[in-house]
């Protein structure tokens, strides 16, 4: 059994070890460094004392990210309670029940979420705390209302002669001790509640550090574009670069592409975390458009300028982002085959990893130097990865991991939990893969994705996809089983549509003759029998991936 140190004891070094240096930033907005992170935590540690939270109960954030979403979990954390995040795109029926599924005494909530939420649905809640201000929306309690009208004072005679480093005390956690329970977007009903151990949340922070920490200089920025109530999102560009004295910026409102492009820009970021979903807009609108000429194409087929124009060209990519990050990581769902091919044939630093909610999220990844395309990299540290297949190297079977991130099991839900946990801590993630000799990981889809041919062949939706997401016109599609035929909805690129002045006969004619090549290179029985328009982009969980369910019915 390895020795696992206490992960609050990390976030307390890096506060000491960056004091003076630049914490956290609303882009466009103001700056905290770290000893005004562990003031704020201060405060609030007052406030969780004087209301009389005890270790173990539970405070649940949602909001956009900003500095202050992070403080919060912070606090919540290094005081020994249980943080509950709370992605904000959550319809407010499912805030409220996740509050009260949970347990929550305190809730802290952003300005876009406040207006939304009712308190009268949330009976057990003690007070609910606006996150721009730390203000109080909600108080049950004559104990909060006075902690926080009274909070300079009590922290002034708390600490008469200033708050120095020294101060800095955290409550020494425990492996098994539960430090948040992180509820996911699931696809019916309520969200299933991941309960997520210190240990989970060590394993991916040592992880980062050892594999990461040298590549990724201390004092550097990284950009949040993911929602830290979201593990990706939390682990990555949250809890490992503030662990590591990097200074972060939360962009506080939706990251458009362009919007992101411009951070990345301004901020030049020594790591880039991303969905492929932005790694594809932005390659698509600021790469493509530069390089796809006849010029171009001309350079790239002549061996002799061939490499420098290459060179060129990946310039011009890493410029898209930032110009100063050591490498991209792309994780959540499969990067678009067609732009990794092109990354990897500029020699582009870019890598994809993979993980879940269940595993806080880490299960592999593999350095852009190790990377092999179409894989999604080799088991992390503190965790194994094995194929449940008789040939794992030439038969999917579902993916299954084990190790230090695993998470205990679903709150309040053994049922559930019994489903995904073995007798052996095996948790079976419903996705589906092969293994290759050096233990790459290669997805072949969901397995509640996967359809079933006519007859019996296994079809997985996200290869025709990404084949399809490569064509003329096509800004997303999703593949969809039609009795024994496959057809594909198709939402059009609307912008270039209107700029070509194209009709909707016009898409419709394209369309079809995309369906006619992408058929041409698709075996018989996952050929698809029509393409159908629609008209709006398709709905998404936080990751990014299409809500598949919404949209079982809309051939039938």
Not at 96 to 125: C, Y
Not at 544 to 555: D, F, G, P, T
Request: hydrophobic content about 40%.
């Amino acid at each position: 059994m390895e020795l696992i140190p206490s992960f609050n004891s990390y976030i307390e070094k890096s506060i000491k070890d960056n004091w003076e240096k630049d914490a956290l930033t609303d882009y466009k907005g103001a700056t905290l460094q770290y000893h005004d992170v562990a003031r704020i935590i201060e405060k609030l540690h007052i406030v969780f004392n004087e209301i009389g939270v005890q270790q173990g109960d539970k405070i649940a954030m949602c909001g956009r990210n900003s500095s202050h979403w992070a403080v919060a979990y912070l606090a919540t954390l290094t005081y020994g309670a249980i943080a509950v995040p709370i992605l904000h795109e959550f319809t407010p029926e499912q805030v409220h029940n996740i509050v009260n599924h949970s347990e929550a005494k305190l809730l802290f909530v952003g300005d876009v979420v406040a207006p939304t939420v009712d308190a009268d649905q949330m009976p057990n809640l003690e007070g609910i705390v606006l996150l721009p201000d730390f203000s109080l929306t909600l108080s049950r309690s004559e104990k909060l209302t006075y902690a926080r009208e009274h909070l300079n004072e009590l922290y002034g005679k708390k600490y008469p002669k200033f708050f120095r480093k020294e101060h800095v005390h955290y409550y020494e956690d425990k492996p098994e001790d539960l430090a948040m329970i992180n509820y996911t977007s699931g696809t019916t009903g309520f969200s299933k509640g991941v309960m997520l151990p210190y240990r989970a949340l060590w394993g991916n922070l040592d992880f980062c550090l050892k594999r990461l920490g040298d590549l990724v200089k201390s004092g550097t920025n990284i950009v949040s574009i993911l929602p830290m109530a979201h593990m990706y999102g939390l682990a990555i560009e949250f809890i490992f670069p503030f662990c590591h004295g990097l200074h972060l910026y939360f962009l506080t409102r939706l990251p458009s592409p362009s919007l992101i492009a411009q951070a990345y820009a301004e901020t030049q970021p020594s790591l880039i975390v991303a969905v492929p979903l932005v790694i594809e807009k932005i390659v698509r609108k600021r790469v493509f458009p530069k390089i796809q000429n006849n010029l171009m194409k001309l350079l790239l087929n002549m061996p002799v300028v061939n490499k420098k124009v290459k060179q060129k060209i990946c310039e011009e990519v890493y410029r898209a982002f930032g110009g100063n990050a050591y490498e991209v990581i792309v994780g959540g769902a499969a990067l678009n085959q067609e732009v990794e091919a092109f990354m990897k044939s500029i020699d582009f630093p870019i890598t994809v990893g993979y993980g879940t909610t269940e595993c806080a999220p880490l299960i592999s990844y593999s350095d852009y130097k190790e990377f092999v395309p179409r894989s999604c990299g080799r088991a992390v540290d503190h965790m194994e990865v094995k194929i449940d297949s008789a040939d794992p190297l030439r038969i999917p079977g579902e993916i299954l991991a084990r190790g230090t991130n695993v998470m205990i099991g679903y709150y309040k839900n053994e049922e559930e939990t019994a489903k995904v946990l073995d007798s052996e801590g095996w948790y079976h993630t419903g996705d589906l893969g092969l293994l290759d000799e050096k233990g790459n990981i290669f997805i072949k889809g969901r397995s509640k994705n996967m359809l079933l041919g006519a007859n019996g062949q296994n079809v997985y939706p996200e290869e025709i996809e990404d084949k399809l997401n490569s064509m003329a016109m096509v800004s997303e599609c999703i593949v969809l089983q039609n009795g024994d035929t496959l057809v594909a909805l198709v939402h059009p690129d609307l912008e270039e549509a209107q700029s070509m002045h194209f009709t909707r006969e016009d898409l419709e004619g394209i369309m079809e003759q995309n369906r006619q090549e992408l058929n041409a290179q698709l075996p018989q029985f996952s050929k698809l029998s029509s393409i159908i328009l629609h008209d709006e982009e398709f709905e998404k969980t936080p990751k990014k991936s299409i809500k598949r369910y919404l949209y079982q019915n809309i051939i039938k």
